[in-house]
């Protein structure tokens, strides 16, 4: 009789050995989903960091060429027409950038992340990570480019709308133009606002904390664009700020990584200075600077994020939590009763905290 069963089943693709042809069929997709992933993530990462490129090249292009604009801008009766097409032009500049983005985002990015969570569902996986699900973050990282491209074009549709009203002798075309522009930003910086809330509360939900800060950032440079229209806007900026510092200093690998960023939108928020403070040498280091994805050393965080083990020590987007002992109000050691039980209180914070 043959005995079938014992004989050492490997797979022919990866070579690890099965018992039964169940668990081959099983082994040999999640060692295809892993490698699949493995090389999605470095793919996404690379078209991220493209992405981001051509959007500052096209921002830079916008800021050395606005003198140039604002001289070909002419007064008069008969140059509404010229002037229209001259703000149209910059007004598109952006746009190339931009389908580029929703497009891989939509075609690309998000049947990916939905093919493979229902794919690690029906294999009855949770890749990687022994109890954690795997959580991609990349759609939200589209998402949040989308947002930042839209907000140089709403920052240029601000400054364009400056410009055209400060022409001398202005014609009524060039005014009722200026007026448009003005009414558009603030409709698409409003409508901007609350969706990217939305996406604060999903990077929260999947422990995404450098996202979470960039989009928190965001948010906040529309909450501006809002207020040089002069329009309210619905944002509790110093809220959003104080939770901003608060995951800088907690996760300073990762979050912490705009730190620079917060100090310059601050510095606008509570100052008078204008906008486009996101693109300053120190806030954009930190992108030129982004490691490039090495594949073969797929790993996943506690958080279920993918990352590469080769590029990155521990997970980008989470990365090392670090305890700060709490600050204490300095009137509650007033009293000597409450001062004796802060101070047991925090001698043993700090022993916790030695451990
Ligand atoms: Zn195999
Ligand atoms: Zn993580």
Same mark, same amino acid.
């Given at each position: ?35 699949? @992933?493995? =090389? ?33 801008? =002419? ?49 009855? #996986? ?21 947002? =930042? ?50 996406? @604060?509360? $999903? ?16 948010? @906040? ?42 100090? $310059? #939108? ?10 486009? =403070? ?15 994805? @090495? ?17 990155? $020590? ?7 939590? #670090? ?33």
């Amino acid at each position: 009789m043959e005995q079938l069963a014992v004989i050492n089943l490997s797979c022919p693709s990866c070579g690890q050995d099965c018992k039964d042809l169940r668990r081959y069929a099983l082994s040999h997709q999640l060692s295809v989903l892993e490698s699949n @992933i493995d =090389r999605m993530c470095a793919k996404f990462d690379s078209k991220l960091n493209a992405l981001l490129h051509s959007m500052y090249r096209t921002k830079a292009e916008l800021d050395r060429s606005f003198g140039t604009f604002v001289k070909a801008l =002419r007064p008069g009766p008969l140059t509404g027409r010229t002037n229209q097409d001259l703000v149209t032009t910059r007004g598109n500049a952006m746009a190339e950038v931009q389908s580029d983005i929703s497009g891989f985002r939509d075609h690309v990015v998000r049947p990916f992340e939905n093919n493979i969570a229902n794919l690690a569902t029906f294999l009855g #996986v949770a890749a990687g990570a022994d109890e954690t699900d795997m959580s991609f973050p990349y759609l939200l990282h589209f998402d949040a480019l989308f947002y =930042r491209s839209r907000l140089i074009v709403l920052e240029e549709g601000l400054r364009m709308q400056i410009a055209l009203n400060n022409i001398r002798g202005n014609s009524q075309h060039t005014s009722i133009m200026a007026k448009t522009l003005q009414a558009m930003t603030v409709m698409e910086a409003k409508e901007h606002l609350a969706t990217i809330g939305t996406a @604060i509360e $999903a990077c929260e939900a999947k422990g995404l904390k450098r996202l979470e800060t960039e989009l928190r950032l965001v948010q @906040i440079f529309f909450h501006i664009v809002l207020r040089d229209a002069g329009t309210r806007s619905s944002l509790d900026v110093s809220a959003s700020l104080t939770k901003i510092q608060d995951l800088c200093q907690t996760f300073p690998k990762t979050a912490g990584l705009l730190s620079n960023t917060y100090a $310059a #939108v601050k510095a606008v928020v509570y100052g008078q200075q204008r906008c486009g =403070r996101m693109y300053t040498e120190e806030s954009v280091k930190v992108w030129w600077t982004w490691p490039k994805y @090495i594949t073969g050393k797929l790993k996943y965080c506690t958080f279920g994020h993918p990352y590469s083990g080769e590029t990155w $020590a521990d997970c980008p987007e989470c990365g090392e939590e #670090v305890q700060k002992p709490q600050a204490r109000n300095p009137e509650s050691f007033l009293k000597e009763k409450d001062f004796v039980a802060a101070m047991r209180a925090m001698a043993k914070n700090t022993k916790q905290w030695r451990v």
